[in-house]
């Protein structure tokens, strides 16, 4: 098969996520080159993904590259990349908090990280936000335990819980907590409409507008979101313009093509009852909030874990549309569980915070996934579609 390159991989879910992982080594360092190397492996661009290994979903069209740490408060490193399938983009922009939770598991299984008995601490750096995030992986015999009894909403069998705790997780791509030094930005859309929203940057930076004043409900199913072509062009011209203000492209015109990644962008609401994907009924009991998240253009399906931190932070800074929208007791000093209401049901994120001169200073939030190994083998690539 001389026309073919062969690369080592594994294919894991993580969290609501499901992605083709590396070892960083195996790669490439030049980026272009890796993106030409991910491209070819996915099958993009291609709606259908059909010429390789992508889900022809954003959130099944991702990959991760493990390596040794650098940095002595780590163990491993991870860089993640979101393939476009539209378009022939990898956008190294952000991480995924979803798919993070299996870098654990990867790493203690290629033997990057001894592992302990009955769980494991990994400790992961990651490159594209330059932050810790230390996950605890129950492990026995060396390897990362899979089943368990722990379920998440989007997932349909049970697991064992990951926890992945992000350490310090504001100003992941800005540097600050509040980019813009608000909880509250009026946005203006080239039509003239103005919109308020929320620009908050902990683990990913995200845009988060009120749903009423979208004209939206906050229980909208993805279905139900996509078929209001308006509220989703109007969400992705917030994010374009939220892009050009923290300096993530130059030209707000240019973000969907340069940045379609980040920052991320959605919508909240106080509880409300609504029935979920799966076709059960939420009462306002169960969750502190609803969320709805759009991912490359389109509804995600659950809630982003990254999302969820972001959401979280947001939820304990006074001012923010997060925190106005939010039942969950506040208590200085305490650590805040905040319960997001999504189209699959709940995600709870435990965040511990404090107020030091006024400023909320988020030290760091807590979500709960699970992850698995499906495969590893080898991804055949043509050798015509590696050159520049």
Request: hydrophobic share 40%.
């Amino acid at each position: 098969m001389r026309d073919m390159q062969m690369f080592r991989c594994a294919i894991y879910r993580g969290g609501t996520s499901k992605g083709v992982f590396f070892r960083e080594n195996d790669l490439p360092p030049d980026p272009g080159a890796r993106a030409r190397i991910l491209l070819a492996a996915f099958g993009s661009p291609d709606v259908r993904q059909i010429d390789g290994l992508g889900g022809a979903t954003s959130q099944t069209s991702k990959a991760m590259l493990v390596g040794p740490s650098k940095r002595a408060d780590a163990d491993v490193e991870s860089t993640f990349g979101q393939v476009d399938i539209a378009n022939p983009l990898v956008d190294w922009g952000g991480n995924c908090g979803n798919l993070t939770s299996a870098v654990g598991p990867f790493a203690i299984d290629e033997g990057l990280v001894s592992a302990a008995e009955p769980a494991t601490t990994v400790r992961i750096f990651n490159i594209n936000t330059q932050k810790l995030i230390v996950a605890t992986v129950p492990t026995a015999e060396g390897r990362a335990l899979a089943e368990g009894e722990y379920t998440i909403p989007g997932v349909p069998f049970p697991a064992v819980r990951i926890d992945l705790e992000f350490m310090d997780p504001a100003g992941s791509i800005t540097g600050r907590l509040l980019p813009t030094g608000h909880p509250k930005d009026v946005l203006t859309l080239a039509d003239g409409r103005r919109f308020t929203v929320s620009i908050v940057d902990a683990a990913n930076p995200v845009v988060f507008a009120d749903a009423a004043e979208l004209g939206v409900t906050g229980t909208e199913l993805p279905a139900e979101l996509e078929a209001r072509r308006d509220v989703v062009a109007t969400l992705e011209e917030l994010r374009a313009i939220a892009a050009e203000m923290l300096g993530i492209v130059k030209d707000r015109r240019e973000a969907k093509a340069v940045s379609p990644g980040l920052p991320k962008v959605g919508y909240v609401a106080p509880p409300g009852e609504y029935r979920t994907t799966p076709g059960v009924t939420l009462p306002v009991e169960a969750m502190d909030l609803q969320g709805r998240l759009l991912s490359m253009g389109t509804a995600h399906r659950s809630y982003m874990a990254t999302g969820a931190i972001c959401t979280g932070a947001a939820a304990v800074v006074k001012g923010t549309l997060v925190n106005a929208a939010s039942w969950a007791t506040l208590r200085e000093g305490e650590p805040t569980t905040v319960r997001i209401a999504h189209p699959y049901g709940t995600m709870d994120v435990r965040v511990r915070w404090e107020v030091q001169a006024g400023e909320t200073r988020v030290l760091s939030a807590i979500v709960g996934r699970t992850a698995r190994r499906i495969m590893e083998g080898y991804v055949y690539v043509p050798r015509a579609r590696l050159t520049a």
